[in-house]
């Protein structure tokens, strides 16, 4: 269904017609839908959704939507949506409302949801606890596959996935898993402990999202069990909240890589004071660092003065030299995201880097020396110089912009910060000072 086509059902109090298109409709599809519409009819249109249908579209909404609802409903709508919400997607909506709100809330929320969201909003933002659900289902290992199918009828109907089983001791200790599969190509007598696997794959509460998302992409899992201190579980992260982890975590590399302060509010939800807040804080640092190139600039008149034909190349040689850096810390950035790479790779790495350097910047410096002399008609040693620039600008390039964001990685900082632009007005001054020299020496300027 088009937002037109219920627009025009709303318009025409075509209700009953309405509700029964949306039943048809998938949970995902029809928040998508409610984005659409105005603010009035997203909560006309929710009402019309039926209690158990209602709470699943709520979690597929954007915050600042979700927001909006959950206040314009009666204390019984909200709380039924609260009390039908996974844990970890009701703790989310507490984090970002306020706190009178979430007061309201927790208190008619039933004791069950209110002591699971407690539970998950007590972790450190970020970490394995905060993203996880306490929805799972858990066997003992002394049950038969029949008891163990039978407890899953009972309750999987209120878990966030029945897939995989969790296999608990006495003291709630992780001990195994046991998959649905295996559970239903099994005999109904068989024990669990006898087709559980013990090998089991778990990450502490503490543990950073990012790192969950990487663990559960090189095992392919579709949930991963998290543990306390004393392995005991505490609850599971799903494969549909990883996808969410990857996406915010991208989003967040890329806003420091082009130096914006990270922030996880919508692009079409932010107002122009709050860009300018964003971005103004490393514009004004990056300006005054930039002014550490106009000095170079200066101190060089001399240079300039005798050879104005070298000011024309100043611009292809800094253009050439960032994007050679940005090109080597993007690399870089994304293998220390991957593990690919650690600091005490730093040697090898800047070795590859080298020879890649090493290699590009000759073919640069070809192509440009023959269009110098063909184009340009510009002197043979003007244009050594030029070129000669064009190789070590690419060489310093490459090796700043691989080097320093391992080495923010093992300061403890984001390697992220050390890209495009901070990278770019270092290897700017680096590569101006490469070219003067080479100018100095190789056509006689005396300073």
Not at 404 to 412: D, N, V, Y
């Amino acid at each position: 269904m088009r937002p037109e086509e219920a627009q025009v059902l709303i318009d025409e109090k075509r209700y009953n017609e309405l509700r029964v298109r949306l039943q048809d409709l998938n949970e995902a599809d029809i928040a998508a839908l409610l984005e659409e519409l105005s603010r009035e009819n997203q909560l006309r249109v929710f009402r019309l959704l039926p209690k158990d249908m209602a709470a699943d579209v709520f979690a597929y909404l954007s915050t600042d939507v979700e927001q909006e609802i959950i206040t314009s409903l009666t204390d019984a709508e909200a709380t039924n949506i609260i009390n039908n919400l996974m844990a970890d997607d009701a703790a989310d909506l507490m984090e970002e409302m306020p706190a009178s709100v979430v007061k309201k809330l927790l208190s008619n929320a039933n004791a069950e949801t209110r002591r699971d969201i407690n539970h998950l909003l007590k972790f450190p933002e970020d970490s394995a606890g905060s993203v996880m659900t306490v929805e799972f289902v858990d066997l003992r290992e002394d049950l038969t596959v029949a008891d163990a199918l039978d407890k899953i009828r009972r309750t999987g109907i209120d878990r966030e996935t029945i897939n995989t089983c969790y296999v608990l001791d006495n003291q709630r200790k992780l001990i195994g898993i046991v998959a649905l599969r295996a559970l239903i190509l099994s005999k109904p007598e068989t024990l669990i402990r006898d087709i559980m696997e013990e090998n089991v794959i778990s990450v502490d509460t503490l543990t950073d999202q990012e790192d969950v998302a990487r663990v559960i992409s090189k095992y392919d899992f579709v949930s991963i069990p998290v543990v306390d201190s004393e392995k005991r579980l505490v609850g599971i992260i799903t494969v549909d909240d990883v996808v969410d982890i990857i996406q915010e975590e991208a989003t967040e590399d890329i806003q420091k890589m082009a130096a914006i302060i990270p922030t996880d509010e919508p692009y079409d939800k932010m107002t122009p004071p709050k860009l300018f807040k964003k971005r103004i804080g490393w514009l004004l640092l990056l300006m005054v660092s930039a002014t550490f190139t106009g000095k170079i600039i200066t101190s060089y008149e001399a240079a300039l003065g005798s050879y104005l034909v070298l000011t024309a190349y100043i611009p292809m040689l800094m253009d050439t030299g960032g994007n050679c850096g940005s090109q080597a810390s993007t690399t870089v950035i994304r293998a220390l995201s991957l593990r690919e790479i650690e600091f005490r790779d730093l040697g090898k790495v800047l070795g590859k880097e080298f020879i890649t350097a090493l290699i590009c910047g000759l073919t640069l410096a070809l192509a440009n020396f023959i269009k110098l002399q063909i184009v340009d008609k510009i002197s043979a040693t003007v244009a050594a110089v030029v070129c000669l620039t064009m190789i070590g600008a690419v060489i310093s390039a490459n090796l700043v912009g691989c080097a320093l964001p391992m080495c923010a990685r093992k300061l403890g900082f984001d390697p992220a910060v050390m890209a495009s632009p901070m990278l770019t007005t270092i290897i700017d001054a680096v590569t101006l000072t490469i070219y003067f020299q080479f100018a100095i020496h190789m056509l006689h300027i005396v300073m």
